[in-house]
T-cell receptor, first 117, second 112 residues
Framework: DSGVTQTPKHLITATGQRVTLRCSPR?????VYWYQQSLDQGLQFLIQ???????AKGNILERFSAQQFPDLHSELNLSSLELGDSALYFC????????????????FGPGTRLLVL | QKEVEQDPGPLSVPEGAIVSLNCTYS??????FMWYRQYSRKGPELLMY????GNKEDGRFTAQVDKSSKYISLFIRDSQPSDSATYLC????????????FGQGTILTVHP
């Protein structure tokens, strides 16, 4: 158990709908990352937050948005869902978000499996 | 062309074999190199973490980084059926905060 929790574990929804994925980081970790894992694209970085502020952005669609709350949990909002959005969505957390200049482990949660029908 | 290339396999070996997993990359800014293991329907877990070029050993696992060739490897000695998983290489630059760039992952099966 990495200490990172994600809810829900599974989500089935229809095209055009909107869903919210939730992540709670490990105790003491200030940075949260979101990744998408699909068969054709592999594991891809979406976005990073550090202590409530957006820190880095990857290949995140405009239909997707995220935020990190004062208690450090994070939510990933996916809207106008398409069939191609079906994937595993992982949240990871780390202590300092890569600012320390040294080695820093990202701990991954169990993921949310999203199926868009 | 992807920044990180990894042969997806699948790779099937008998128990006790030495396994070699590899990744190549194109971005010279990558300084930190990792190997993650992912069991089916689970999140990735960190196996090895290496900074810059060199070797690092941890039990049955050895990670090698050759920055001049832009090539990293993971060796598993005395492989066990419990090593059956997908192995993902990951990398990040020194100024890219925490963003990790992953390889496609190699599916490994170790047969008893």
């Amino acid at each position: 158990d990495s200490g990172v929790t994600q809810t829900p574990k599974h989500l089935i929804t229809a095209t055009g709908q909107r869903v919210t994925l939730r992540c709670s980081p490990r105790s003491g970790d200030l940075s949260v990352y979101w990744y998408q894992q699909s068969l054709d694209q592999g594991l891809q970085f979406l976005i990073q937050y550090y202590n409530g502020e957006e820190r880095a952005k990857g290949n995140i669609l405009e239909r997707f948005s995220a935020q990190q709350f004062p208690d450090l949990h994070s939510e990933l909002n996916l809207s106008s869902l398409e069939l191609g959005d079906s994937a595993l969505y992982f949240c990871a957390s780390s202590v300092a978000g890569g600012t320390s200049g040294g080695q820093e482990t990202q701990y991954f949660g169990p993921g949310t499996r999203l199926l868009v029908l | 062309q992807k920044e990180v290339e990894q042969d997806p396999g699948p790779l099937s070996v008998p128990e006790g074999a030495i396994v070699s997993l590899n990744c190549t990359y194109s971005n010279s800014a990558f300084q930190y190199f990792m190997w993650y293991r992912q069991y089916s329907r689970k999140g990735p877990e960190l196996l090895m973490y290496t900074y810059s070029s060199g070797n690092k050993e941890d039990g049955r696992f050895t990670a090698q980084v050759d920055k001049s060739s832009k090539y990293i490897s993971l060796f598993i000695r005395d492989s066990q059926p419990s090593d059956s998983a997908t192995y993902l290489c990951a990398m990040r630059g020194g100024t890219s905060y925490g963003k990790l760039t992953f390889g496609q992952g190699t599916i490994l099966t170790v047969h008893p």
